[in-house]
């Protein structure tokens, strides 16, 4: 298994970061790098929400279909998928800090294959690419969070 974790402080209330954070229908408007997302689920978003994120990933796009797996607000969530034999997963963890929130995103892959085992083994220089993304996710949440503007990706 490998993976990483980064955080950002966001000058917010804990709630209302924990809430634009899972307003998952409006992310392509805050994150610049998700060109597109589709909520497969009906309802409100929570433990079971099926959803399909397009993105540009190592210049390309690539699309990924995840499910919430865990649901706790405003505390943490964690999302699910699997592809090409490998399993991610990813938690988001919200924590009150001074008068702001501190968001610590954790990822971790594993693979289910031996082959997958392989190739993440091979492709492990490529986590630097992906910590980058991740990054910029967290900023663009932190710039909408307090009033700034987001940067396109590519744009």
Do not use: W
């Not at 492990?124 to 307090?146: F, G, N, R, S, W």
């Amino acid at each position: 298994m490998s993976g990483f974790e980064v955080s950002r402080s966001i000058a917010a209330p804990i709630e209302e970061v924990f809430d634009a954070a899972t307003d998952l229908r409006s992310a392509p408007d805050r994150v610049s790098g998700i060109v597109e997302l589709e909520v497969l689920t009906d309802g409100p978003v929570g433990a079971g929400t099926r959803f399909r994120e397009k993105r540009i990933m190592f210049g390309k796009e690539a699309t990924e279909e995840m499910e919430i797996q865990d649901f706790d607000p405003p505390n943490r969530y964690s999302v699910r998928a699997e592809n090409h034999g490998c399993l991610y997963l990813s938690e988001f963890r919200f924590q009150e800090e001074n008068d702001g929130t501190l968001v610590t995103f954790a990822f971790e892959s594993k693979g289910l294959t031996t082959f997958a085992k392989i190739m993440l083994v091979l492709t492990k220089p490529l986590m630097k690419t992906m910590i980058k993304c991740v990054v910029q996710d967290l900023d663009d949440i932190k710039a909408y969070m307090e009033g700034r503007p987001a940067k396109k990706v590519g744009g």
